[in-house]
């Protein structure tokens, strides 16, 4: 019997009331009676309470107003640790709750951040709030325009940060120039990470997904509530980067996502591939029942156990466990629809199924890059690979993909045949032992397999229905500082777009003399992504974005010129080779393993891998030279 090729392609997840404050003295008059007072900051919120915000000057006028640390559901602690966000009813305060300041992130270690992470914050403000972390974190921020005049039609834009489903926060994502610039609301949003976000009992117990609950109740919030801050309900667009990017997608899979939201960005994740199970979470159902010396069995007990854990001391002692994340949980979850039903692949493959809206996605040139500069160190500062290091990393990481499924059962398999085929589409052709070259093909590689193959596959089959737009961006900052430690070899890696997107070049209190180009990029940027918010379509006037269909794969290349792909600078059959051929050659390696009982005949089977901004990749931990 021979495996589906789904199933073989899955089985490899590619693994992120309280101080008053002066109100604005500036009214409305052609603001209705029946509206929102918005120059007064004041908002009252259904079966909640009132609400006072901030205003934040702005170098023109008007003004930004900020709602910060606004909770949408119960605290998720004590009884309700490792269960669905609580929102009926929702936490509510008598008086006026000052809205003003960050809520604590949600729990994490802070000290983890890695190389794109650290690069990314330097070029923030020096005066980025510090809210520190909770467990009680299911928060979110509200970012909009003075000045609305009685308008109840924006567009509002919700944002999911990174931070490979372990880390992150909403408090470095500041959008008053963005919002300021473009009239749209931004809406930034905590949910629950690592441990806390996603562990599972692989059954009812503790049936996982808590942090992809969170942002659908996150949503809800913003579909009964956001009027009251003069944003459309119907014209709510979720967007996110990396791990907040695969968030996006999966709520385009999700079933319990349904018509909360009508557009949708992912930037630099693949929610396709990255989507574990329950059998692959068993041996760390396993490890962790003995870190904290709780019983096993039955899980009822296990629970309770972790429950009484302090939140600090279990979030620790789990962190050297980086494959956290989402899972297909339709057999875990018998108490209430289950987030993920299906696998994305299936979804994929039956097109009805897929929460169709106009969609825009890409990734960066190079996107692993600063991963492959951290695994060097510092003896091999350009990253050269020799012939013999090459073949090994390729043929090592997709001999331990198939091998692993072995699991010393009677499978039958064939490994060398995929690292084979790998190695060959890969190796530069005529043959070249340009060291330069072999890191470039290497590394494009891993841009083509973890980025840009699921992405451009989750865009063509939106396009079947909808609008889907597809970016790469090759656009590295003018501004010395910007880059002063990623070599030019490193192109645009991970992460790179988020200082346009956030428009850092433009924003006040910097300390960073931003180059002019750089300002005109940041500028691009939020007009085509706000364009994309109002009207479905990011193409602006001096730039035409055509749609991505399966028939037509146009993509846009951003650099300091803005152009459709000529064909030529995109390699179209990469993608091919790794949606199409891929999951066929890995099936035919496996062909005689559809009997093998262990975890890894499961899709989201652990293999070894490190994980980089959202992406699990493997072999770049083997990097030592």
Same mark, same amino acid.
Request: with cysteine; hydrophobic share 35%; aromatic share 10%.
């Given at each position: 019997?021979?495996?589906p090729?789904?199933l073989v392609?899955?089985?490899?997840?590619?693994?992120?009331a309280?101080?008053?404050?002066?109100?604005?003295?500036?009214?409305?008059?052609k /603001?209705?009676q029946? /509206?929102?007072?918005h120059g007064?900051l004041?908002v &009252?919120?259904?079966?909640?309470?009132?609400?006072?915000?901030?205003?934040?000057?702005?170098?023109?006028?008007?003004a930004?107003? /900020?709602?910060?640390?606004?909770p949408?559901a119960?605290?998720p602690?004590?009884?309700l640790?490792f269960?669905?966000?609580?929102?009926d009813p929702?936490?509510?305060?008598?008086g006026v709750r000052?809205?003003?300041?960050f809520?604590?992130?949600?729990?994490?270690?802070?000290?983890?951040?890695?190389?794109h992470? &650290?690069?990314?914050?330097?070029l923030l403000p020096p005066?980025?709030?510090d809210?520190?972390?909770s467990e009680?974190?299911?928060?979110l921020?509200?970012?909009m325009h003075?000045?609305?005049e009685g308008?109840?039609?924006?567009?509002?834009?919700v944002?999911?940060?990174?931070?490979?489903?372990?880390?992150? =926060?909403?408090a470095?994502?500041?959008?008053? #120039?963005?919002?300021?610039?473009?009239k749209?609301?931004?809406v =930034?949003v905590?949910?629950? !990470?690592?441990i806390?976000?996603?562990?599972?009992?692989t059954?009812?117990?503790?049936?996982?997904?808590?942090?992809?609950?969170? +942002?659908v109740?996150?949503l809800?919030?913003?579909?009964?509530?956001?009027?009251?801050f003069?944003?459309?309900?119907s014209?709510?667009?979720?967007y996110?980067?990396?791990?907040?990017?695969?968030?996006?997608?999966l709520?385009?899979i999700?079933?319990m996502s349904?018509?909360?939201?009508?557009?949708?960005?992912a930037m630099?994740?693949?929610?396709?591939?990255s989507?574990?199970?329950?059998?692959?979470? !068993?041996?760390?159902?396993?490890i962790?029942?003995?870190?904290?010396?709780?019983?096993?069995?039955? =899980?009822? $007990?296990?629970?309770?156990?972790?429950?009484?854990?302090?939140?600090?001391? !279990?979030?620790?002692?789990?962190?050297s466990?980086? %494959?956290?994340g989402?899972?297909?949980?339709a057999?875990?979850? @018998?108490?209430t629809?289950p987030f993920?039903?299906?696998?994305?692949?299936?979804v994929?493959d039956?097109?009805?199924? !897929?929460?169709?809206?106009p969609?825009?996605?890409?990734?960066?040139?190079?996107?692993?890059?600063?991963?492959?500069?951290?695994?060097?160190?510092?003896?091999n500062?350009d990253?050269?690979?020799?012939?013999s290091r090459?073949?090994?990393?390729? %043929?090592?990481?997709?001999?331990s993909?198939?091998?692993?499924l072995?699991?010393?059962?009677?499978?039958?398999?064939?490994?060398e045949?995929v690292?084979?085929a790998v190695l060959?589409f890969?190796?530069?052709?005529?043959?070249?032992?340009?060291?330069?070259?072999?890191r470039d093909?290497?590394l494009?590689?891993?841009?083509?397999?973890?980025?840009?193959?699921?992405l =451009?596959?989750?865009?063509?089959?939106?396009?079947n229905?909808?609008?889907?737009?597809?970016?790469?961006f090759?656009?590295?900052?003018? %501004?010395?500082?910007a880059?002063?430690?990623?070599?030019k070899?490193a192109?645009v890696?991970?992460?790179f777009?988020?200082? #346009?997107?956030? *428009?850092?070049?433009?924003?006040?209190?910097?300390?960073? +003399?931003? @180059?002019? $180009?750089d300002?005109?990029?940041?500028?691009?940027?939020?007009?085509?992504l706000?364009?994309?918010a109002?009207?479905?379509?990011?193409?602006? @006037?001096t730039v035409?974005?055509?749609?991505?269909?399966?028939?037509?794969?146009?993509?846009?290349?951003i650099?300091?010129?803005?152009?459709?792909?000529?064909?030529?600078n995109v390699?179209?059959?990469?993608? *091919?080779f790794?949606?199409?051929?891929?999951?066929?050659l890995?099936?035919?390696?496996?062909?005689?393993?559809? @009997?093998?009982?262990?975890a890894?005949?499961?899709?989201g089977?652990?293999?070894?891998?490190?994980?980089?901004?959202?992406i699990?990749?493997?072999a770049?931990s083997?990097?030592?030279?």
């Open positions: 019997m021979k495996c090729a789904w392609l899955a089985l490899f997840p590619q693994l992120f309280g101080i008053p404050v002066t109100r604005s003295q500036r009214t409305h008059e /603001q209705k029946s /509206q929102p007072r007064h004041e &009252k919120l259904p079966d909640q309470g009132t609400v006072v915000g901030k205003e934040v000057p702005q170098k023109r006028p008007p930004i107003i /900020q709602y910060l640390g606004i949408y119960q605290p602690t004590g009884k640790r269960s669905a966000p609580v929102t929702l936490p509510s305060w008598s000052n809205a003003t300041q809520a604590p992130s949600c729990q994490q270690e802070t000290n983890r951040l890695k190389l992470e &650290k690069l990314y914050q330097r005066d980025q709030p809210p520190g972390v009680d974190c299911l928060y921020n509200i970012f003075d000045g609305f308008e109840v039609d924006r567009p509002v834009m944002w999911f940060h990174g931070g490979d489903f372990n880390t992150g =926060t909403p470095i994502w500041d959008a008053s #120039f963005f919002v300021h610039k473009q749209v609301i931004v =930034t905590a949910y629950r !990470l690592n806390l976000g996603y562990f599972t009992t059954d009812a117990e503790a049936p996982g997904n808590y942090g992809m609950l969170d +942002q109740a996150a809800d919030w913003v579909q009964k509530r956001i009027h009251k003069g944003g459309s309900a014209n709510v667009v979720i996110g980067h990396s791990s907040g990017a695969i968030s996006v997608g709520h385009l999700s079933p349904k018509g909360k939201f009508s557009k949708a960005i630099s994740g693949d929610a396709v591939s989507v574990g199970s329950p059998r692959a979470e !068993l041996p760390v159902v396993d962790i029942a003995e870190k904290f010396g709780c019983y096993r069995r039955p =899980t009822s $007990a296990l629970m309770e156990c972790l429950r009484r854990v302090d939140v600090k001391i !279990l979030v620790r002692e789990s962190s466990i980086e %494959t956290w989402p899972i297909v949980d057999e875990t979850n @018998n108490a629809d993920l039903p299906m696998h994305p692949r299936d994929l039956n097109n009805d199924q !897929l929460n169709s809206v969609f825009v996605t890409g990734y960066t040139n190079n996107e692993q890059a600063l991963a492959y500069m951290e695994s060097l160190g510092k003896g500062p990253g050269k690979l020799s012939s090459f073949e090994m990393l390729i %043929t090592d990481e997709f001999l993909v198939v091998s692993n072995e699991d010393n059962s009677t499978c039958e398999t064939r490994p045949m690292a084979d060959f890969y190796k530069p052709h005529p043959p070249s032992k340009d060291q330069d070259v072999l093909r290497y494009d590689l891993q841009t083509e397999k973890n980025f840009a193959a699921g =451009t596959l989750l865009a063509g089959r939106i396009a229905e909808k609008s889907a737009f597809v970016y790469r090759d656009y590295r900052p003018e %501004t010395k500082y880059t002063s430690d990623v070599p070899w192109g890696p991970h992460m777009e988020l200082p #346009f997107v956030w *428009a850092l070049p433009s924003v006040r209190g910097t300390t960073i +003399q931003w @180059n002019y $180009a300002q005109h990029m940041a500028e691009m940027m939020t007009s085509m706000a364009n994309f109002r009207t479905g379509n990011p193409s602006i @006037n035409k974005w055509e749609p991505y269909t399966e028939e037509k794969p146009g993509i846009l290349i650099d300091k010129n803005i152009d459709m792909s000529n064909g030529s390699d179209y059959k990469a993608f *091919a790794w949606n199409e051929y891929y999951p066929r890995l099936e035919e390696a496996m062909n005689n393993c559809c @009997n093998v009982t262990s890894a005949a499961e899709p089977a652990a293999t070894p891998k490190i994980a980089i901004g959202g699990a990749i493997v770049l083997h990097l030592v030279w």
